[in-house]
C-alpha cells in the first residue's frame, strides 16, 4: 500500500529478551511468535520484536498478522478492514498482490501486513502456497515477523511454524505452567518446526528491576 498511515501505538516491551541480539547472528529470516494459550500477550511481543529488529538491523523489516481471532493486532491498529494475509492466501477468486496488501506506519519502524478481512470457511491452510509467499517477502524484507495465534487455539500456527526459519514461544509470568510450555516446544518441534528461544513475558518484580539486573 503506497504513502503512510499513522496510528497510536504504544509498544512495550517484553519483560526479559535478547532474541532480537541473537537473531541478528543467524541466518534466521522469518520467524514467528507464538504462545501455548491465548491472551498471553502474543501480539506485544511481536511488535516489540519486530521493532528492535528493525532499529537494529539495516535492512527492512515486516510484521505479519496470521490471528483470525476479533481483537487482532490488525483491529488494534485500525488495519482490520484493509485487505492482508487471508486474502494473499485463499481468496482465489480475485487474489491481491501482496505489495498492495502491505501498510507502511509513519511512527513505527517497521511494514504491517494485516490480518485481512476474507472469510474462508472450512478451507485448510495451503502449506505451499503459503512456502511460496514466504519465500517472495523474505526476498523483500530482511526480517518477516508473524504474530501467530496460540498453538492450542488454532491448528494454522503448527502449519506456519513448520515452515518459518524460527519460532519464538511467549511464556506469561506466573500463569504459563511449565509442564504447559514444555508439551507446546515439544509439539512445535514434533511439527517440524525449530524453536530458537522464548519471550518471558509480564515478569512481575518483588524487588525492583534495577537490582535484578545485577544479580
Known amino acids: 500500500m503506497d504513502g503512510s498511515t499513522s496510528r497510536s501505538l504504544s509498544i512495550a516491551t517484553p519483560s526479559e529478551t535478547n532474541l532480537s541480539a541473537t537473531v541478528l547472528d543467524l541466518e ?31 535492512g527492512n523489516v515486516l510484521l505479519i498478522d496470521s490471528c483470525t481471532r476479533g481483537n487482532n493486532l490488525s483491529q488494534q491498529l485500525g488495519l482490520g ?37 476474507y472469510r474462508r470457511g472450512r478451507e485448510r491452510l495451503d502449506p505451499e502456497h ?10 523483500r524484507y530482511r526480517f518477516v515477523v508473524i504474530d501467530s495465534e496460540a498453538v492450542y487455539a488454532n491448528a494454522d500456527s503448527l502449519a506456519i511454524a513448520s515452515l518459518v526459519d524460527g519460532v519464538i514461544l511467549v511464556i ?41 539486573d545485577h544479580l
Open 28 to 58: 534466521q529470516r522469518t520467524l514467528m511468535l507464538t504462545a501455548a494459550n491465548s491472551g498471553s500477550g502474543t501480539s506485544t511481543s511481536a511488535l516489540a520484536f519486530a521493532s528492535q529488529l528493525a532499529l537494529m538491523s539495516a
Open 81 to 117: 478492514k484493509l485487505r492482508g494475509f487471508s486474502d494473499l492466501l485463499f481468496d482465489h477468486d480475485t487474489p491481491p498482490l501482496s505489495h498492495d496488501c502491505i501498510v507502511r506506519l509513519s511512527d513505527q519502524p517497521f511494514d504491517v501486513l494485516p490480518a485481512g478481512n
Open 130 to 139: 503459503l512456502r511460496s509467499l514466504l519465500a517472495q517477502l523474505s526476498a
Open 172 to 212: 506469561t509470568a506466573e500463569q504459563t505452567r511449565l509442564e504447559v510450555a514444555q508439551a507446546t516446544t515439544q509439539r512445535l518441534l514434533q511439527a517440524g518446526a525449530t524453536v530458537i528461544g522464548s519471550v518471558f513475558n509480564r515478569r512481575k518484580y518483588y524487588m525492583p528491576k534495577w537490582l535484578y
